[in-house]
């Protein structure tokens, strides 16, 4: 019943950029910590950054500290992932989900989080 949707991922050349969206009609998703995770073929879901309910925290992985930027609209009830510099590495399934067992802080562990979208296809060749 209830869960995010994601969108604008795509084909890419290494070193564009994509900024991905996670909407939700059935739900404010200010209410919730919400994270972004992505899935490489072959590969564990892992966390890529975290947004709090206040917005004063904002996580991110290692590997993307630097070029990836989260940010929240709640005008529009929207969480983006502004993503640059985009390298192979970065290729995966990326979902969106809503923190439901913290809430308002940010975790990256996949079994804190519900509502999960169908993900949104990043794919960063050459």
């Known amino acids: 019943q209830l869960h995010v949707v994601e969108s604008g991922g795509d084909l890419v050349q290494p070193g564009r950029s994509l900024r991905l969206s996670c909407t939700a009609s059935e739900f404010t998703l200010s209410y919730y910590a919400i994270g972004w995770f992505r899935q490489a073929p072959g590969k564990e879901r892992e966390g890529v950054s975290c947004?709090?309910?206040?917005?004063?925290?904002?996580h991110y992985s290692d590997s993307v500290k630097g070029r990836f930027t989260i940010s929240r609209d709640s005008a529009k009830n929207t969480v983006y992932l502004q993503m640059t510099n985009l390298e192979p590495g970065d290729t995966g399934v990326y979902y969106c989900?809503?923190?439901?067992?913290?809430?308002?802080?940010?975790?990256?562990?996949?079994?804190?989080?519900?509502?999960w979208g169908q993900g949104t296809q990043v794919t960063v060749s050459s």
């Open positions: 989900a809503a923190n439901l067992q913290t809430f308002n802080r940010c975790s990256d562990k996949v079994a804190d989080f519900g509502y």
């Open positions: 947004i709090s309910v206040s917005d004063s925290v904002s």
